[in-house]
């Protein structure tokens, strides 16, 4: 399975998971507390800037990360130039872009074993309460790991599609990928049921 690990190596991923991940909560709630459009576009301008500290690689990896954005983006902007306030609409994009690349940033630095260390650290006050937590890392675990995988399916398939028809895919590959979905999920299932299950 694929990480969402950049395979270009910087500082911050010797950073400790945990003070990344408090960075990012305080980011984001800065985030949601400023309404001006210039500070949000002066966030955005500030965030690729670090996206493109470490290189190109890093910088190409991160924007491809990012991309499934856009037609969120699209939405925003479109509704409520209809409505007739787009600087509204641009604050609230930018905002959007904003945290979720600062998110990405840190999945991207930051390995699945450190971000699980931050989870299983939470979880330990449930664990005094005789609470087992075992099910729960795993399955952030799962979802951290099947998320790349998924969306390379997805894809996949879309190119596969594209390939063989001129017409946009849209609803009909939604069947072929919950097959592929369902498909890993029994792999992994029988994988850890060979390992002893939970």
Same mark, same amino acid.
């Given at each position: 399975?694929?990480?969402l690990?950049?395979?270009?190596?910087?500082?911050?991923?010797?950073?400790?998971?945990?003070?990344?991940?408090?960075?990012?909560?305080v980011?984001?709630?800065?985030?949601f507390?400023?309404?001006s459009?210039?500070?949000?576009?002066?966030?955005?301008?500030l965030?690729?800037?670090?996206y493109?500290?470490?290189?190109?690689?890093?910088?190409?990896?991160g924007?491809?990360?990012?991309?499934?954005?856009?037609?969120f983006?699209v939405i925003?902007?479109?509704?409520?130039?209809?409505?007739?306030?787009?600087?509204?609409?641009?604050v609230?994009?930018?905002?959007?872009?904003?945290a979720?690349?600062?998110?990405? @940033?840190?999945?991207?630095?930051? &390995? !699945? $074993? #450190?971000?699980m260390g931050?989870?299983?650290?939470m979880?330990?006050?449930? =664990?005094?309460?005789?609470?087992?937590?075992?099910?729960?890392?795993?399955?952030?675990?799962?979802v951290?790991?099947?998320?790349?995988v @998924?969306?390379?399916?997805?894809? &996949? !398939? $879309? #190119?596969?599609?594209?390939?063989?028809?001129?017409r946009?895919p849209?609803? =009909?590959?939604?069947?072929?990928?919950?097959?592929?979905?369902?498909?890993?999920?029994?792999h992994?299932?029988?994988?850890?049921?060979a390992?002893g299950?939970?």
């Open positions: 399975m694929i990480s690990t950049s395979p270009v190596r910087t500082r911050a991923h010797g950073w400790p998971a945990g003070a990344k991940l408090a960075a990012l909560c980011a984001t709630v800065a985030l507390a400023w309404s459009l210039w500070v949000q576009g002066a966030v955005a301008l965030v690729l800037c670090i493109a500290a470490p290189g190109p690689v890093f910088l190409r990896y924007l491809r990360r990012l991309w499934p954005l856009w037609p983006v925003l902007l479109g509704y409520h130039l209809w409505i007739g306030s787009p600087e509204t609409g641009a609230i994009a930018l905002r959007m872009v904003s979720v690349a600062l998110a990405n @940033l840190v999945t991207m630095t930051t &390995g !699945l $074993t #450190q971000m931050v989870v299983s650290w979880l330990a006050p449930t =664990r005094r309460l005789g609470i087992g937590t075992r099910a729960i890392e795993l399955a952030v675990a799962l951290v790991r099947f998320t790349p @998924l969306a390379d399916k997805g894809r &996949g !398939l $879309t #190119q596969a599609w594209q390939a063989r028809a001129a946009r849209g609803w =009909r590959i939604v069947v072929p990928f919950l097959v592929l979905a369902l498909d890993d999920a029994d992994v299932a029988d994988a850890l049921r390992r299950g939970l």
